[in-house]
């Protein structure tokens, strides 16, 4: 190695040493990088990065051309990934992600969607998955053989599926066998018995803590375009709250309307303002006029509900604490995805 080149490699380590201490960023190397050419012209010089996908640190390395090869330069911190190391965590092109290093397959995401189809994110229910997986083997919940009975049973209950014949006809439209249907059920019945486990003694004092949440209002709702067309049923109907029925006779024979005429509606549930307004009502009265999805509701509240401790009331608190759970699990999870590292994100895939 020439003494020309003996100190531009020198150099070349001292600038990738300077860049880990001060974290530049790209535009910054590029620009020293720049300057670390001008100072050695008579040697080809190059600079490759990447910034990990997950942690967001950035790596760079830098190529200096000898007399019969090239010498790849690399620095890096007792804390970080070596080079030679990056790029091994790709090793199964059926891996999607991993979660605390537990990986998730395509397989089971593709098995997942039939249940995130009508959720938000599917990417968080992705890792709520493994999130859930791992804490069942972790904790050793145990699925019986009468648990699992009571599964199929309410499987075949659910697709209407009466005879041997139909859960076969069944189980050959989707591509499954008996051995994967019990296991996908099995893994039902764990992720519902964990549920109450995380739950399990916190239900009712939850409750009381968020009691306002749980009051319901009974409601007879008609749903409209728009807003000046609510206004004037509203007008015209505030002083006949009687005839409120008859016009949604009108509405559903003339006009085709859609959706629930009567509901039963939890305060926790609604939009602040919504909720307002229709608390806020003396039973048999009109609610003021209140945007809903793309149109408006006109709503004749019919009685108000105290909050009550009931069998369906520990159900809503249960989603409530199991959601909070996973939250928490989310957030000190180490969730590394493997569907393209340019654009990977946090939690990278939204189902619309």
């Known amino acids: 190695m020439t003494e020309s080149l003996s100190e531009a490699v020198r150099d070349a380590l001292a600038v990738l040493t300077k860049w880990r ?36 640190t950035l790596h760079y390395d830098l190529l200096v051309a000898g007399e019969t090869g090239t010498y790849s330069l690399s620095y890096c911190a007792d804390e970080e990934t070596p ?47 493994s999130l859930i997986d791992q804490e069942i083997r972790n904790s050793g919940l145990v699925v019986t053989d009468e648990e699992l009975a009571g599964a199929l049973l309410g499987f075949r209950r659910k697709r209407r599926l009466f005879s041997v014949e139909e859960v076969e006809r069944w189980m050959a439209e989707h591509g499954t066998t008996q051995v994967q249907l019990e296991q996908h059920l099995r893994e039902d019945v764990a992720r519902q018995k964990l549920r109450r486990q995380v739950a399990a003694g916190r239900e009712e004092e939850w409750f009381q803590h968020h009691r306002a949440d749980f009051e319901r209002v009974q409601v007879a709702r008609l749903r409209v375009s728009h807003q000046d067309e609510a206004w004037r049923l509203y007008e015209r109907l505030s002083g006949k709250p009687e005839q409120f029925l008859e016009q949604a006779q009108v509405d559903f024979l003339e006009r085709g309307g859609t959706g629930e005429l009567f509901a039963t509606l939890r305060r926790g549930e609604l939009e602040p303002e919504q909720a307002g307004r229709l608390f806020s009502t003396e039973p048999g009265h009109l609610a003021e ?6 149109g408006y509701e006109l709503v004749r509240v019919l009685r108000l509900l105290p909050a009550r401790f009931d069998e369906a009331t520990r159900e809503q608190v249960r989603d409530v604490l199991f959601e909070q759970w996973l939250a928490e699990g989310r957030r000190r999870a180490r969730v590394e995805w493997f569907w393209g590292a340019a654009e990977a994100a946090e939690v990278p895939a939204i189902s619309l």
């Open 289 to 294: 006029p209140v945007p809903s999805g793309q």
């Open 21 to 56: 201490e001060q974290r530049l960023p790209a535009e910054e190397a590029q620009e020293s990088f720049q300057a670390l050419k001008a100072r050695h012209p008579a040697h080809w010089m190059n600079m490759v990065w990447e910034q990990e996908t997950y942690g967001g």
């Open 83 to 129: 080079w030679p190391a990056r790029g091994l965590q790709r090793v199964n092109e059926s891996l999607v992600l991993r979660v605390n290093d537990e990986p998730v397959f395509i397989t089971e995401v593709v098995t997942s969607l039939d249940h995130a189809w009508s959720t938000l994110h599917v990417g968080r229910h992705l890792i709520n998955m």
